[in-house]
């Protein structure tokens, strides 16, 4: 596996969890980086992306909630989930931003496998 999520679980409205990506086999270099998610019976849609030198975009409903993160010298990409909400329950993915649109899931290869995020009302 080149690219292994973790971090996610159950937690109530709220709460915050923190959610990691661990590129094993450095494919990423110096590539930008995303976090996707997938409700059930939805579309994966953007979370957050960074590129390797630090920029960072956020989807609306997420900003001021999630930051994203990345180490680079450890290979990992981060995603510090607060205020959780039960529309935030979904399975998140990351992946690595090849070129076009950090936005656009089209613009990226490379993806994990994805971790569950379950938020409780």
């Known amino acids: 596996v080149q690219l292994q999520a973790s971090g996610g679980g159950l937690v109530q409205a709220g709460g915050s969890l923190r959610l990691s990506c661990v590129d094993s086999k450095r494919i990423a270099s110096n590539n930008g980086m995303g976090w996707f998610r997938q409700a059930p019976g939805k579309e994966r849609e953007f979370v957050a992306a960074?590129?390797?030198?630090?920029?960072?975009y956020y989807e609306d409903s997420v900003k001021g909630r999630f930051t994203i993160s990345r180490d680079n010298a450890k290979n990992t990409l981060n995603l510090q989930m607060n205020n959780l909400r039960p529309e935030d329950t979904a399975v998140y993915y990351c992946a690595v931003h090849r070129r076009g649109s950090v936005y656009s899931t089209g613009s990226y290869t490379y993806w994990g496998r994805g971790t569950q995020v379950t938020v409780s009302s």
């Open positions: 960074i590129q390797y030198r630090g920029n960072t």
